[in-house]
DNA sequence: AGAATAAAAGACCTTTTAGTCTTATATTTG
DNA sequence: CAAATATAAGACTAAAAGGTCTTTTATTCT
């Protein structure tokens, strides 16, 4: 559904939301290994996160990622559509480039509705309503 | 959502499943031509999907593929599941490796539920179903 | 039988996604 | 200012997905 970077994209993210709680910031290596991502990868990913503003970074010591947003004002659909665009919210289910409702696909309107509710979804649930159900060892191998 | 090949491969079983009503088989070449996808890379999921069992082929002049089920017994969840396996229907949408209910991911019961809408809509609809949406131009460019 | 036709098989190539590694840059602290 | 620390940037490599091409095998038709 989502690239493996998305999902590590998320999951990152609460791990950096729940310590922005706290106002503390975190290391690149801290994330990783509460989130269970491989390092140089998940980094690029934050990289391009800041850059879309989603989070912020602060380099030297006692730096490390934090957002400074509210974790409310992030949603679901924010962060992957940074990350994976928005493709999977509005494709075709058959991959076809001009599917709609006045020329659809013989899956157009069944597939629409799944997506429809991806998408909504997606777009009602915050960073923040993640955090909740994020205890302690959730990533856990 | 789908992988490129699933989604040429259910295009290609809606022209043979029409073909098939007819009693007609056909060719690879006017299977793409009218699926619109690329011929070899179809061809060899096709042959997949006659060693699965959800398509029959002739070699030979005046053969071809054709489908020997009742169309309404071919899910689009049966093809799917022969192309791109069951992962889009069961993986944690954060990709974890043991998440479930008891061990749940925090995004687990939400995306729980759209996962199951999409599986519900592919196991109800057949190719029998497609073929009522597939009008001649259908996948015209 | 021989020629023509069409799928089967699999080697091969290309592109995209996934992931690593090295070097540069910014910030803090002593 | 120097040393240490942490992100930024981007070149690089690996693996998977997407796609092509050639050869083989089966079938039909004359």
Known sequence: MF????????????????????????????ICRLAKTPESFTAKIMQNLVRRGILDSQKGPAGGFYISKDLDSITLYDIVEAIDGTGVFVSCGLGLAHCDASRPCPLHDKFASVRQELKAMCKSNTLNDLLSGLHDQVYKR
């Open 3 to 30: 690239s493996n970077g998305c999902e590590y994209g998320i999951r990152a993210l609460t791990i950096i939301g729940r310590a922005s709680k706290e106002d503390r910031k975190v290391g690149i290596k801290e």
